[in-house]
């Protein structure tokens, strides 16, 4: 006769037995393989590249084929951007001036298994005009494009001497130049009047290249400037807005061009200011420019570079600015002006701003 307590215990051994082998056979049937993608290479295509431009054709565009077997998905780090997607074919633009190399890695996924690779680019990005003026209609400055800061110069804490108008007789266009005059003569208290504009409320722009073509005027206690000024400044305040001088002069010193950056802790008498010589420059025309970036902020007379800042995310460099045209009189740093003084005029032959 079989004892219940054996029988009991051979039963539960078979069942133990069945139950593991059906569990073993669900775990290699159901448990998925996952393959990573293998042999990833990377087409990159040029836009417009031919043998006379081999770093394209100035759009700044490229073409990326990625080819990696079993892949799902995929991602790209190009300018220090990330994108991804899930087809192998991906399109970017470049939007930087200028000719530069560009690293680009691409991962391709298939699951929680990658595959991953780089290669680099040249690239060309012609600068793109995206604001200007060219002053080539006699009378007024076109309302659409600049406003006019009216009154006292002193009101914006330099100690100025002029008074700031809109009159024609202050600022016009005529054979096709910009002309801002200042002259000697009282005038609602003040012993000069001159012409200040701006795009405030009308144009600001974040990086770029901005430019102006200008003869300067002459005479002690002229104080030409082309700037740009922080779009933030009616909440913000000066100097924690930012200011960015591309062009000053003072008749005092004639053929000096300072340019300088003025913001927290960095007002008033900045460290951040250069000097350069622009010969002749109250009977030439001479190219006052500014290239800025989140890296750096380059200046030039004529194109050539002779001061470069280094910008960065703690500055307030990195945000949209307006364009300022002024001349001043006396002040703070245009200086004495001379006894014999009675007008003088800045003339500029075109203002434009590029990406």
């Known amino acids: ?36 993608p293998d042999k990833i290479s990377v087409q990159v295509d040029v836009v417009g590249k031919t043998a006379e431009m081999p770093n394209g054709d100035g759009s700044g565009k490229i073409n990326l084929k990625i080819d990696a077997p079993n892949a799902k998905s995929y991602k790209v780090v190009v300018n220090n951007e990330t994108k991804e997607f899930t087809t192998s074919s991906f399109t970017y633009e470049f939007t930087q001036p200028g000719t530069k190399t560009y690293t680009i890695d691409v991962t391709a996924f298939n699951g929680i298994k990658y595959t991953n690779t780089s ?23 076109d309302s659409s494009k600049w406003g006019y800061d009216l ?14 108008t809109n009159r024609s007789e202050n600022v016009k266009i005529e054979g096709g130049l910009l002309k801002i ?23 600001s722009f974040k990086y770029g290249r901005a430019e102006i073509r200008a003869k300067l005027p002459a005479g002690g206690g002229t104080w030409p400037a082309f700037w740009l000024l922080g779009d933030n400044i009616d909440t913000a ?52 420019a500014a290239e800025w970036s989140a890296e750096n902020i380059n200046f030039y007379v004529d194109d050539n570079l002779f001061y470069s800042y280094k910008n ?4 307030p460099f990195n945000d949209k600015f307006f364009v300022i045209i002024n001349f001043a009189m006396g002040g703070n740093f245009g200086g004495a002006v001379d006894p014999n003084f009675q007008r003088a005029t800045y003339e500029i032959d075109y203002v434009r701003v590029y990406n």
């Open 151 to 164: 009154g006292t110069g002193n009101g914006w804490g330099n100690n100025e001497l002029e008074y700031y």
């Open 181 to 203: 005059t200042a002259i000697k003569e009282n005038y609602q208290g003040s012993q000069y009047t001159s012409t200040r504009m701006l795009t405030k409320g009308k144009f």
């Open 119 to 141: 290669t680099t680019v040249n690239i060309f990005v012609a600068r793109k005009l995206i604001w200007s003026d060219e002053f080539n209609t006699d009378g007024a400055p």
């Open 312 to 315: 960065s995310s703690t500055t």
């Open 1 to 36: 006769m079989i004892n219940l307590a054996n029988r009991a215990g051979v039963l539960t051994l078979i069942l133990l037995f069945v139950f593991q082998s059906c569990s073993s056979n669900n775990d290699t049937t159901d448990t998925p393989v996952v393959v990573a």
């Open 237 to 288: 305040g000066w100097p924690l807005c930012g200011e960015i001088d591309i062009l000053e002069s003072v008749g005092n010193n004639p053929n000096v061009i300072h340019s300088s950056l003025h913001s927290p802790g960095r007002s008033g008498n900045t460290p951040d200011t250069k000097t350069t010589t622009a010969p002749n420059s109250t009977t030439e025309f001479h190219i006052y």
